[in-house]
């Protein structure tokens, strides 16, 4: 029974995961110019992105704008999959293609309105089929038994949002969000006495929420400006199917026949603050330097029921979670002097998840850092940015299916936008 419930509590770290696992957001997951700069552009950010990344922003940049924009991120988590066995390995490599459309139209000299429907996280795993024969106790379970090591996890978010400039230095903005979250997972839980081995899947897990809400402000002192946004937590249900099939882990044979039931699965998404400046050296150079809390601590807790087989297995409807709030440090700087311009960001992120809950399906129980660059070629009055980033997190842990290792998490993310003025 405590090994369902190690596996439960996994599952609540991808639930409350918004990008590539657990207490590791990356710092954007859209936008080429954002990312170029680590997201360190609270204080700065104008026109339609101002929808998602400070909607005081909304005041400035051009009168009506759209803003589209496809960011593929190519992601490995590697890590020890097996019980009683520390062999590393390293799963497929996963595309994530995020994606924003937003749109900005100035409504008055002081108020300007905005849209957009973006992705504001994914994760996708895949360890493959496993294959324990080289786990002591559990020899007989192997490829043929099926058991499976994966996770697929979208959150979208529908934003509607307004900005409002008090005067010509300082502006607010307030957006609405509508978030929507879908999930299938599939992992495995160890049992003892007798060694058992037990299949478990969630598939079909959807979410809808449609409280929640994200506060900003902006402040241009001329030659530096600052930036602060906050967004409220998100509560969801969600909703699927829950499988288990055990087999026994001295020759693989079925001991409990495979089960599916409805399952609802209750979290938090965490609410969070960021605060940027910017200050301009000269002309052509701007510095950036951002901080932003994820507050992670709020999953105090994850709940699970189901009222058949799947809940007579796991025994239990409430985990508790051992998580620490997520600081990241952003710094970056752009220089126009030259023809293209030229972007250049730096974050370090420090871990929330405890070593005593790693595994090799969600961000490695480390600190993480990720690195971008980028520019833009302007077509008239619109513009093509683009940007790459690459970053990761590494650290050795506990999993809690039973054994012990070094996990890393790295990705590489391409980032194109465009935009129009209309």
Not at 33 to 41: D, G, I
Not at 184 to 209: C, F, H, M, N, R
Not at 236 to 259: I, R, W
Not at 401 to 409: A, E, H, K, L, V
């Amino acid at each position: 029974m405590r090994s369902i419930n190690k596996l439960i509590a996994a599952i609540a770290l991808i639930f409350s995961a918004q990008a590539f696992g657990a207490g590791f957001e990356k710092t954007t997951t859209f936008s080429a110019e954002n990312a170029a700069l680590s997201n360190a552009t609270t204080s700065v950010v104008q026109g339609a992105d101002a929808v998602l990344f400070n909607p005081a922003g909304l005041v400035r940049g051009p009168d009506r704008e759209y803003s589209f924009n496809l960011s593929p991120a190519f992601s490995t988590f590697t890590g020890p999959t097996n019980v009683n066995d520390t062999s590393s390995s390293t799963g497929d490599q996963q595309i994530s293609p995020l994606f924003g459309i937003l749109s900005k139209y100035k409504l008055t000299e002081q108020l300007s309105l905005g849209y957009g429907i973006f992705s504001v996280g994914g994760t996708a795993v895949d360890h493959g089929t496993l294959d324990f024969s080289g786990s002591a106790g559990y020899t007989g379970v192997t490829a043929a038994n099926g058991v499976k090591f994966t996770s697929d996890l979208k959150i979208l978010e529908f934003t509607a949002a307004a900005g409002y400039a008090i005067n010509e230095q300082f502006s607010v903005g307030l957006g609405w969000r509508a978030s929507f979250v879908s999930a299938d997972y599939e992992s495995y839980s160890p049992g003892t006495g007798p060694a058992t081995i037990t299949d478990v899947k969630l598939e079909g897990l959807k979410a809808q929420d449609f409280g929640g809400f994200r506060l900003g402000a902006q402040y241009d002192g001329g030659k530096w400006g600052a930036g602060f946004t906050y967004r409220t937590k998100v509560e969801f249900t969600a909703k699927g199917d829950a499988t288990t099939e055990t087999f026994l882990g001295a020759n693989g044979a079925t001991v409990v026949a495979s089960a599916t039931d409805d399952v609802e699965a209750e979290n938090v998404l965490p609410s969070a603050f960021d605060l940027a400046f910017h200050y301009d050296i000269d002309e052509a150079t701007r510095v950036f330097v951002g901080y932003t809390q994820h507050n992670y601590s709020e999953n105090e807790q994850f709940d699970l029921t189901s009222a058949g087989a799947f809940a007579a297995s796991s025994g239990v409807a409430t985990i508790p979670q051992d998580w620490e709030n997520s600081e990241v440090y952003k710094l970056a700087v752009e220089y126009k002097g030259w023809a293209y311009p030229v972007r250049v960001g730096y974050a370090y992120v420090a871990p929330a998840t405890s070593k005593d809950k790693a595994s090799a399906g969600y961000t490695a129980p480390g600190p993480g850092y990720n690195f971008g660059v980028g520019s833009s070629y302007a077509i008239g009055d619109s513009a093509i940015d683009y940007a790459l980033e690459v970053g990761g997190s590494s650290g050795d842990g506990d999993a809690y299916y039973g054994t012990s290792g070094d996990f890393s998490t790295n990705y590489t993310q391409l980032h194109v936008s465009y935009k129009l003025p209309w």
